[in-house]
């Protein structure tokens, strides 16, 4: 008995040139000691330097949006436009980019318009 067989790690058997199969077995390729990823995930100072750049990109929005009159849905625009910008870096899809644009500034036009109904609904009292 091997090894490998005593551990109780998978084997698997290739196939050489003619179809038939190998003589000796060996250790599935996703089960090799090392052969995993070396990336542990996601860590808490990534994940903390991710929530301060973005809240930055949205403090910029807001910033621009003092001078438009409409704070909220220009800042939902610089987000969405900073999220999309991400989505395509990772993963090159252009209309998975488009839809995170499109879904972030439409969030960001019914917060505007919630912000300007509660406004009037207040300024009324």
């Known amino acids: ?16 040139s003619n179809g038939a199969l190998e003589a000796e077995p060996r250790l599935h390729p996703a089960t ?18 991710g929530i301060v750049v973005f809240g930055a990109a949205f403090l910029v929005g807001l910033g621009l949006g003092t001078y438009t ?6 800042a939902f625009l610089v987000l969405g436009s900073f999220t999309a910008l991400l989505v395509l870096a990772a993963t090159g899809e252009l209309l998975g980019a488009a839809a995170v644009l499109a879904i972030v500034v439409l969030v960001g036009l019914v917060a ?13 009292y």
């Open 69 to 74: 009159r409409r704070p909220l849905s220009t």
């Open 32 to 49: 090799t000691p090392g052969s995993g990823p070396s990336d542990a995930g996601p860590t808490l100072a990534g994940m903390t330097l």
């Open 1 to 16: 008995m091997d090894v490998a067989e005593q551990a109780g790690m998978p084997l698997c058997r290739g196939v050489d």
């Open 112 to 124: 505007e318009s919630m912000r300007e109904t509660f406004a009037l609904l207040v300024d009324r």
